[in-house]
């Protein structure tokens, strides 16, 4: 059973910084791509960012490219995100998932997700 564990969320101030994690388990992960996704308050989850366990370099969407930073540490089957120069509408529940093949950037793609873990940006 696969499960994804997010932590590190919080409450900071407007042009702070936060990182998350998102530990995997429950099988290999070799051919799985990692994503983050957010939601706010009555809006659509979004995507942010997604890299593939076996190589290759992260895509980000354009509203937090330059500001956050996914990475993997395979050994440990986690990935990370750092979010740096953060402002107030990056406020929402922020979630992993993970789909095999290629990463998509639609939430309705990924078929196992964490429970998810609130950042609030207070400006």
């Known amino acids: 059973q696969v499960q994804l564990v997010e932590s590190g969320g919080g409450l900071v101030q407007a042009g702070g910084s936060l990182r998350l994690s998102c530990a995997a388990s429950?099988?290999?992960?070799?051919?799985?791509?990692m994503a983050w996704f957010r939601q706010a308050p009555g809006k659509e989850r979004e995507f942010v960012a997604a890299i593939r366990w076996s190589g290759g370099g992260p895509n980000y969407a354009d509203s937090v490219k330059g500001r956050f930073t996914m990475s993997r540490d395979n050994p440990k089957n986690t990935v990370y995100l750092q979010m740096d120069s953060l402002r107030s509408e990056d406020t929402a529940i922020y979630y992993c998932?993970?789909?095999?093949?290629?990463?998509?950037?639609?939430?309705?793609?990924?078929?196992?997700w964490g429970q998810g873990t609130q950042v609030t940006v207070s400006s």
């Open positions: 429950g099988r290999t992960f070799n051919n799985y791509v």
């Open positions: 998932a993970t789909k095999s093949g290629r990463s998509d950037i639609s939430p309705s793609l990924y078929d196992y």
